[in-house]
């Protein structure tokens, strides 16, 4: 049988304490009858000591024993047989009953046992002796301790239970108290598994419930902002699909029909798209190894300006297809970096492209790398129609089109800038875009510089 949590700790208070009490409990029952036995073997001793003292200052006073038997006889009405001897051991005098005293030993009266006491005079000389016996008085003495004894005990006894049932109740209190953030938390975690992501908890008011509240609630944010990334991405590549194989269909169909002639033109046509779904398909299954970090980069020393060149040469024959001008700017004396060369080819090429794409006819390109005291700074501008502020922040994110026509004339699968700020951040380094509209738009990203072992 599975025991609840409330349950665990509502009997692991219950256990302490009642231990806890327990232990008290016995402790001050041992101590109590200890230091009250010791209290009562005190006193009958002191009482003996005045009693041997007080015939001391009788010797003295009548200069010997003569009429003593007066005083013992008074001093013994207190609950002792007092017997008088001299140092041979004689019997002066002698007061009480030795009966009652027999009696009183015949109840055990172990702590009040016979006692012989020397007597000494002023002078420092022993004078006589001195026997106390316990009576029946004494033995009565002995029963008001054993009833004080007991009565302490079943207050102690009562208290013990007294606390016993306030702790059941703390407990069970303390435990529910203790126990009611994790039922919280619970539903909320079922809640979230039966796909409802709209929750936030406020467990309570301590600091360990309160970061239990905020971890748990940005989980939940997070996964809702995943979900919705998920369905967006969804819906984004069903976009990005359906386009091409539309067409696909359209014009498979339309020849198998006779309505279209599979001529070079319209085979062309077909090409083409099958060309953009496999691009498509490409980018999509490196763009899920960036972000599952399973894309290795293969880094090797490398020269910037030779990078930059091979990058430019590749896009020449598009360049001189647009009839834009490309300036390029390189400041001298830059070290070399320790890279992936591809892939950095891969982020320059489609910068590059994209400013090809959205510059007018007879444009102005700038590619400019210059040297930051920690990393080396690559800027991609054109003079294109610029992108909108609002959209500046979202350029990055996959599928996202400034245009909302999404036109492919105006812009590629929205995946280019996505792989390069992920190839980018691989590398260590960081890509940001700042653009006015209808002036221009500069692309910038940086690779940090390293110390390449010689």
């Known amino acids: 049988m599975k025991i609840s949590l409330q349950m665990k700790i509502f009997l692991s208070f219950l256990i302490v304490i009642i231990v806890g009490v327990g232990v008290v409990g016995y402790l001050a029952n041992r101590v109590t009858v200890t230091e009250f036995s010791n209290y009562m073997r005190g006193g009958g001793g002191a009482a003996r000591q005045e009693i041997a003292d007080e015939l001391a200052a009788y010797y003295d006073d009548n200069r010997g024993w003569k009429g003593v038997s007066e005083t013992l006889d008074e001093i013994s009405k207190s609950g002792y047989v007092l017997i008088l001897k001299d140092l041979q051991g004689k019997i002066i005098a002698q007061a009480g009953d030795i009966a009652d005293a027999q009696m009183g030993q015949g109840h055990g009266m ?21 026997n106390v016996l316990p009576t029946e008085a004494a033995y009565m003495s002995s029963t008001a301790e054993s009833s004080f ?37 619970t539903g909320a975690v079922h809640a979230m598994a039966e796909g409802d992501l709209d929750q936030t908890i406020q467990l309570g008011n301590t600091p360990e419930t309160q970061e239990l509240s905020g971890t748990f609630n940005y989980l939940a944010q997070r996964l809702k902002e995943v979900e919705e990334l998920r369905r967006n991405m969804i819906s984004d590549v069903a976009h990005e699909l359906r386009t091409p194989l539309t067409a696909l269909q359209g014009y498979v169909e339309g020849i198998e029909d006779g309505v279209i002639k599979p001529t070079k ?27 599952a970090g399973q894309l290795s980069l293969e880094k090797k020393p490398t020269d910037i300006n030779g990078l930059v060149s091979q990058t430019m040469e590749s896009q020449s024959a598009q360049i001189k297809k647009t009839g834009v001008e490309v300036k390029i700017q390189i400041v001298d004396d830059l070290p070399i970096l320790e890279i992936d060369k591809d ?12 400013a090809l794409r959205h510059s007018p006819e007879k444009g ?10 920690d990393s080396i700074e690559f800027t991609v501008s054109d003079n294109g129609k610029g992108i909108p502020e609002k959209d500046l922040p979202f350029i990055f994110e996959r599928f996202y089109r400034a245009e909302k026509s999404r036109q492919r004339q105006l812009g590629g699968a929205g995946l280019g800038l996505t792989i390069a700020k992920k190839l980018v951040e691989a590398h260590g380094g960081s890509i940001w875009a700042e653009s006015k509209v209808g002036k221009s738009t500069q692309v910038h990203f940086t690779l940090p510089k390293q110390e390449i072992p010689v």
């Open 149 to 185: 004894l007991n009565a302490v005990n079943r207050s102690l006894i009562w208290a013990a239970l007294m606390a016993v049932l306030i702790s059941v109740i703390l407990s069970f209190v303390l435990s529910r108290y203790i126990s009611k953030p994790i039922k919280s938390l």
């Open 343 to 354: 892939r950095i080819r891969q982020v320059l090429t489609n910068l590059v492209s994209n």
């Open 265 to 291: 033109k319209n085979l062309r046509v077909i090409y083409e798209e099958t060309t953009l779904l496999s691009r498509l398909v490409k980018d999509l299954q490196e763009l899920s190894h960036l972000e």
């Open 364 to 373: 102005i390109i700038s590619v400019d790398i210059s040297q930051n005291p």
């Open 110 to 130: 172990g702590r009040m046992r016979n006692q012989s006491l020397y007597i000494v005079d002023r002078d420092g000389k022993a004078v006589g002796t001195l």
